[in-house]
């Protein structure tokens, strides 16, 4: 059984319209982020996905939102992708935290977008004797045109990996409602499927809940054994996790 979690953490920072972490007082700034640390290590999922994570910078805080993560919720390996990198300023991204070894890693942002702090970060993962290809991935907030075509990149980059099956989590900006849209597009290419049609519950905004903007899509080797909104509003987005397992060879 593997169990996986995914979260856009807003930048550590869900309590504000704008997330600037370096507006916060330190204190209440980590406050926010030990309070998702928390809600990780009470899961214990296996892999976690993040998404509008950052590293140590002045955008931060002098904080660093991934270790401070990793750290307190047991993770011993991480994966950061800065899609938005200015050094020593800022390093905003998308995550991957395992228990287990992060095996190939890679990541990329779409910056030929306007959205130049979108984009992915992939490695694979053994599971019960086979290697998993885990991504987390965060598509543009506004255009469903600039999602399609960052799809088209992702697939490509996915395509230069050896083959094996794919896990997606993340961000992907779209509820799921267009027969030709982004999400569509993903699903399509890479034969992936979700535990319902809607794929769950909504996931944004978190107080009251009306779109479903975050998911867990699995490829055709794996399938659900269920898959939970939580209700913890430690961002501006609910988490999702979900326990899998193989299916027979």
Known sequence: MLKVLTLNIAHGVPSIPIP????????RLLGHLDAMADLLARERAEVVALQEVDRAGLFSGAVDPLERLATRAGYPHLLHGPHLHLPGVCARGTALLSRRPLLEPE?????????????????????????????????????????????????????????????????LNSP??????????????????????????????????????????????????????????????????????????
């Open 176 to 249: 799921g409602d267009s027969p030709t849209g982004s999400l569509a597009q993903l699903v399509g290419a890479l034969a992936l499927h979700a535990p319902s049609p809607g794929g769950g519950e909504p996931t944004f905004p978190a107080r009251r809940p009306a779109l479903r903007l975050d998911w867990i899509l699995a490829p055709g080797a794996l399938r659900f054994r269920e898959q939970h909104t939580l209700a913890e509003r430690v961002s501006d987005h609910l988490a999702v996790t979900a326990q899998l397992e193989w299916l027979s060879p």
């Open 20 to 27: 600037l972490p370096f507006l916060l007082p330190r204190r």
């Open 107 to 171: 990541w990329n942002s779409f910056e030929a977008d306007r959205a130049v702090d979108k984009g992915y970060v992939v490695a694979a993962v053994e599971d019960a004797g086979r290697l998993l290809d885990v991504v987390s991935v965060h598509l543009d907030s506004f255009s469903e045109r600039c999602r399609q075509r960052q799809v088209a990149r992702l697939l490509q980059a996915l395509g230069r990996r050896p083959p094996r099956p794919r896990l997606v989590l993340g961000d």
